[in-house]
């Protein structure tokens, strides 16, 4: 199971930081995710970050601006969101994949694989 937290209504150019913890054993056999979609548009992969947490990929639009990151100690996934703009309005989903191949492998190849889905977070962003 996958909790998100963290949404909430901003201005643009601030930030703001989700978290999704899991339950469950194995966290760290998972590669992680974060999925976003806007009003009447399908889902976009924004990041992913591998099982070993050593890469991660991310969405052209959101480079330089997010950071996803885990503690799997804490069983958690954060994504870190700065100079949010109102195009990064949307519901904000925590997947997980068990997968051991490379972020970047994962992001080009392996999204619909992901099959465990939190029940999203929602972000607005006003201009």
């Known amino acids: 199971q996958l909790v998100e937290s963290g949404g909430g209504l901003v201005q643009a150019g601030a930030s703001l930081s989700l978290s999704c913890v899991a339950s469950?054993?194995?966290?760290?056999?998972?590669?992680m995710a974060w999925v976003r979609q806007a009003p009447g548009k399908p889902r976009d992969f924004v990041a992913v970050?591998?099982?070993?947490?050593?890469?991660?990929d991310y969405l052209d639009s959101v480079k330089g601006r997010f950071t996803i990151s885990r503690d799997d100690a804490k069983n958690t996934v954060y994504l870190r969101m700065n100079s949010l703009k109102h195009e990064d309005t949307g519901d904000y989903y925590c997947?997980?994949?068990?997968?051991?191949?490379?972020?970047?492998?994962?992001?080009?190849?392996?999204?619909?694989?992901?099959?465990?889905w939190g029940q999203g977070t929602q972000v607005t962003v006003s201009s």
């Open positions: 469950g054993p194995s966290f760290d056999d998972y590669a």
């Open positions: 997947a997980a994949l068990r997968d051991s191949a490379s972020a970047g492998y994962i992001f080009q190849s392996r999204k619909s694989k992901f099959d465990i």
């Open positions: 970050i591998s099982w070993s947490g050593r890469t991660t």
